[in-house]
């Protein structure tokens, strides 16, 4: 099992910034892509950015050249440091990790609870 809790998150105007992490925990063999994810309201969960094990990072089209993932494979955490926010950035965002409970397991996802990031106009 993998527990993953997101901090980060709160109220900032629009053209502003704020970093997110996601810190990864519990039993298992190994953690492979770690990003994330958002939801608005009435809208479907779509991929921000996630960042392979060993670092290759992938985006939404919405959000490159703004947003910047990352991760710290030692601390099993993954970041998200999102600039020049614009109201349409205002959603729960997800962290997710796929992981594998053994070396020879397929990996799962798992999903945090969410953090709320609102952006103001």
């Known amino acids: 099992q993998v527990q993953l809790v997101e901090s980060g998150g709160g109220l900032v105007q629009a053209g502003g910034s704020l970093r997110l992490s996601c810190a990864a925990s519990?039993?298992?063999?190994?953690?492979?892509?770690m990003g994330w994810y958002r939801q608005a309201p009435g809208k479907q969960r779509e991929l921000v950015a996630s960042v392979s094990s060993d670092g290759r990072p992938n985006y939404g089209d919405s959000v490159k050249g703004r947003f910047t993932i990352s991760r710290d494979n030692a601390k099993n955490t993954v970041y998200l440091q999102m600039n020049s926010l614009k109201p349409e950035d205002t959603a729960v965002y997800y962290c997710?990790?796929?992981?594998?409970?053994?070396?020879?397991?397929?990996?799962?996802?798992?999903w945090g609870k969410g953090t709320l990031v609102t952006v103001s106009s």
């Open positions: 997710n990790a796929a992981a594998k409970a053994y070396s020879y397991s397929v990996p799962r996802d798992y």
């Open positions: 519990g039993s298992f063999f190994s953690i492979n892509a």
